[in-house]
């Protein structure tokens, strides 16, 4: 692209990650882009809640969802909360008339 800047033009840069990650200099040699002065708890979800969660999605949505699928969600993320969101939103995007 650089050699051939009449055929391509840069719009915008996209850069992610932490904040911190503004503050890195030379001088500074022992700021890490992770934070662990600060710890996030997010606990699991249980299996009843779990179910609780696409339960309420289901009468939300108006749809019906098997049980034996949200025991399948739940026992494949073993109530990991990032996983079943995934699911949830694999559902509602993907299964879900709108």
């Known amino acids: 692209m650089r050699n051939n800047s009449q055929r391509y033009a840069v719009h915008s840069i996209v850069a992610c990650g932490t904040f911190s990650i ?3 200099n030379s001088t ?3 700021l890490s882009p992770f934070n662990i002065a600060e710890s ?5 979800f249980s ?3 779990t179910h609780h969660l696409f339960d309420e999605f289901a009468q939300q949505e108006e749809i019906t969802i ?7 969600i739940y026992s494949n993320t073993n109530g ?7 699911c949830g939103r694999a559902i509602a995007e993907n299964l879900c008339i709108k």
Do not use: K, S
């Open 22 to 24: 503004q503050h890195l």
């Open 28 to 30: 500074n040699v022992r």
């Open 40 to 44: 996030l708890t997010n606990p699991y």
């Open 47 to 49: 299996a009843q809640q």
């Open 66 to 72: 098997d049980h034996r699928i949200v025991d399948d």
């Open 80 to 86: 990991h909360p990032g996983l079943i969101c995934l």
